[in-house]
């Protein structure tokens, strides 16, 4: 009998490669979205395959499904700035009573129960890069704190259910990701760099520009993610690429990777806005036997491809 995994939030960006890959492995999957933020052009190459079934729901209402689960994999959330910013109290619902749902079924079932959290939980960190021992820097009652304080309360309810119930919990971190199936108006840097590019308009640098971010490749992350949900690990883990840039040199680089016309512009800071982030993925290289293998050059390449259609 194939196992089966159910995937919240699986028509979004993550998800929807985490669809393909269970499926990969031979698993039967459930995607579960309400495509707040999802889509289903991400999923819709797998409507054929009699493996793959998709659900129309909002996991922060009571989940009901008859048949047994192997794995829960919790996708589910808005996870752009802007996303968090449009839908406020979805971000905190999901995050919290998704997560209470979703562990509810995994208990229910005696399913493996992964978290997709964030490296928003460190918040403006004041410890760089950020090792998942760091206990962050948030500002609960700010734009972001939504979706920090979401998660952040996910990954407590997740430990608590390991501690309290027993149950077989996983808690990834995930960095800054980005590759084809990324939202073109998503909103955040990458794609809103990208797509500007393409159009020759305004390239949009927030304050100096000289905040860091560090991006992983989607492939590498699913790997990560993959191998985390087949390890014993329990406490949390990051996986990102630790390849940090100053944004602006982002700008700079899709403008020449693009050869475009584009002219960069800087427009307000948003509140909150972390001025460095990079994981430290000590714990994953060294666990997981993991380590991003995709440069940002081989990267952007895929996905300034992908922009283009
Ligand atoms: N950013 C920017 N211009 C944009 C979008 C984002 O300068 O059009 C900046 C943003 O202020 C942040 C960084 O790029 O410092 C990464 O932002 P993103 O929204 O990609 O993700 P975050 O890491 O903040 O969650």
Redesign the pocket.
């Known amino acids: 009998m194939p196992k089966t995994a159910l995937i919240t939030g699986g028509a979004g960006f993550l998800g929807s490669y985490l669809c393909d890959r269970f499926l990969a492995e031979g698993f039967k999957v459930i995607c579960m979205d309400n495509l707040i933020t999802g889509s289903l052009s991400n999923i819709s190459r797998l409507e054929s395959n009699p493996n793959f079934t998709f659900i129309n729901h909002d996991v922060s209402k009571h989940i009901d499904i008859k048949e047994p689960i192997d794995y829960v994999l919790h996708f589910a959330s808005p996870a ?2 802007i996303d968090y910013l449009k839908y406020p109290i979805q971000t905190l619902k999901v995050g919290s009573l998704g997560t209470h749902n979703a562990l509810g079924v995994a208990k229910e079932k005696k399913a493996r129960f992964l978290l997709a959290s964030t490296s ?1 939980i460190y918040g403006d960190p004041q410890i760089h890069p950020q090792p998942e021992s760091y206990y962050g820097h948030v500002n609960c009652i700010g734009p972001r704190g939504v979706y920090d304080e979401a998660k952040r309360f996910a990954e407590a309810i997740t430990m608590a259910y390991h501690k309290a119930h027993g149950l077989d919990t996983r808690i990834v971190r995930i960095f ?1 990701t980005y590759g084809p199936r990324i939202r073109k108006q998503d ?4 794609p ?2 990208i797509s500007q590019a393409l159009k020759n308009e305004p390239i ?4 100096k ?1 000289d ?1 860091t ?1 560090s991006f992983c490749y989607v492939s590498d992350l699913i790997e990560g993610i993959f191998l985390l949900s087949q390890s014993d690990i329990h406490d949390p883990v990051n996986i990102g690429n630790p390849v940090e840039l100053k ?1 602006i040199d982002m700008a700079k680089k899709i403008i020449k990777m693009t050869g475009s016309k584009s002219k960069i512009i800087h427009n307000p ?2 509140q909150d ?2 001025k460095v ?1 990079q994981p430290d993925i000590t714990k994953a290289k060294k666990l997981l036997n993991w380590n991003p293998k995709i440069d940002l050059e081989q990267g952007l390449k895929e996905t300034i491809e992908w922009f283009k259609y």
């Open positions: 752009s700035p928003e800054n909103g955040r840097a990458i809103n760099f949009t640098v927030y304050g520009g905040q971010r944004i800071l948003p806005d972390p982030r």
